[in-house]
């Protein structure tokens, strides 16, 4: 008796359509398995850019509840995004990060610790809100947390994830440098792409390696969808929060040429909401995360955001910028001491520029239309104030207050 195809080749419905238009008509042996494979290299290509085709958007557990997130907590998370505007907003991810792993069982399958009684049960509520519901492993056999890794398991682990209904894997480097040498990177997170794609559940695939081996220039090959450009934009000895998050955002620059539709840089989480940052810093972080085309992933206790900090994370102006379709990360333009000016393209002959000030008073920055393509006049909106600034020849200036940005949108005026 013939076994069905999907146990031989685990592809989805999506990819058996590919497969007919592939013409593919044998079943047998080695020449299927290679063909699986190949198309299910090919379909996962053209997944991870109809996956995240903008910077993925939503929420997640880590700097709201580090390694104590329970069940309770991430559902009133997703709650909280239901009511409080960040779900229409577009945060849509509610992601689980590090510390949810329990044992694994004798047959080497994993399952969640006490604190997440029922993780099939957590994704279908997820679900049933519209949310989609993300994980966390690492390919080293511990996580960061000291829990248990996938190393040896990835397959076992991706079925895992796909029976639960996962819709985003993020995968912690970690402990991995104990049992991958250097240069073995690409493959050990390669590895887990192909369980992914085994499965055949769409999963968004996050890379967290901490930029330590440029995964700007393999993690589009390896099938991410995201990959850390930096180690953790917070909690760093030393660091004021400000300092590290202007660092790590700024750090961006030169790296815009290899994000586009389906793979993002990230540069870790907005800690809007969390402490160390204020109001006008809050406004910097979502400025820059935007112009770069970053992941917005909002990692706060949400039951505690005051109304001037929501406002920031569902500035819906400004979200439109990082989501923008073109998918161009922003780039910096120009810098002289404390003040940077960064631009990023965007659809429809429009220019998104923001003007920041890392200094300690306030100070003026401005921007030449010409150095972003436009030679006549232009109309400028101030997306932070929401209006509407009217028509400007030859530059903009303005006053940037301490710690601040100030956000334009240009685009050609129609000349009167
Ligand atoms: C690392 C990652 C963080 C977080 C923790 C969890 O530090 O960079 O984003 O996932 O591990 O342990």
């Avoid at 779900?87 to 994993?110: E, H, M, P, S, T």
């Avoid at 080293?140 to 190393?151: A, I, L, N, Q």
């Avoid at 055949?200 to 330590?212: A, D, F, H, I």
């Amino acid at each position: 008796m013939r076994s069905s195809r999907r146990s031989e080749c685990a592809l989805s419905d999506w990819e058996l359509r590919l497969r007919k238009s592939f013409h593919f008509v044998t079943d047998s042996g080695a020449m299927l398995a290679s063909l699986c494979l190949a198309m299910a290299l090919a379909a996962g290509s053209l997944r991870a850019q109809s996956l995240a085709a903008t910077p993925p958007m939503g929420w997640n557990t880590w700097y709201a509840f580090g390694c104590h997130a329970t069940d309770a907590e991430v559902r009133a998370a997703a709650d909280a995004m239901a009511t409080n505007g960040m779900r229409a907003a577009g945060y849509q991810y509610v992601n689980l990060d590090d510390c949810w792993q329990g044992k694994r069982d004798a047959k080497g399958f994993i399952h969640p610790n006490a604190r997440f009684p029922d993780m099939k049960a957590l994704a279908d509520y997820l679900h049933r809100m519209g949310l989609k519901f993300g994980i966390y492993s690492s390919p080293g056999p511990k996580t960061c947390g000291g829990y248990p890794g996938s190393y040896g398991h990835e397959q076992q682990d991706a079925q895992t994830y796909a029976t639960w209904g996962i819709d985003f894997v993020k995968y912690d480097w970690c402990s991995a440098g104990e049992v991958y040498k250097p240069g073995q990177l690409e493959a050990a997170y390669e590895k887990m792409h192909r369980a992914i794609l085994q499965t055949g559940r769409p999963m968004v695939y996050s890379l967290c390696e901490y930029g330590m081996d440029a995964p700007w220039l393999w993690g589009q090959s390896v099938g991410a969808n995201l990959w850390r450009t930096t180690d953790d934009v917070s909690n760093r000895i030393g660091f004021q929060e400000y300092q590290r998050m202007m660092f790590v955002g700024f750090g961006q620059a030169g790296l815009g040429h290899y994000a586009g539709p389906g793979h993002w840089n990230d540069p870790d989480m907005l800690q809007i909401g969390n402490r160390g940052l204020d109001l006008s810093e809050d406004r910097t972080q979502m400025t820059l995360w935007s112009l770069v085309a970053a992941p917005l992933i909002s990692s706060t206790n949400l039951a505690q955001l005051t109304p001037s900090e929501l406002a920031i994370l569902t500035n819906r102006e400004v979200i439109a910028v990082d989501q923008d379709s073109l998918g161009v990360e922003g780039h910096r333009l120009s810098q002289a001491g404390p003040i940077e000016v960064w631009a990023k393209p965007l659809s429809g002959k429009r220019v998104a520029v923001g003007l920041f000030n890392s200094g300690e008073s306030t100070l003026p920055a401005s921007i030449r239309f010409s150095d972003v393509g436009y030679s006549g006049a232009v109309r400028l909106r101030d997306l932070w104030k929401r209006e509407n600034l009217g028509v400007f020849r030859d530059h903009f200036s303005a006053e940037i207050p301490r710690h601040g940005v100030v956000l334009i949108e240009i685009q050609p005026a129609i000349e009167e």
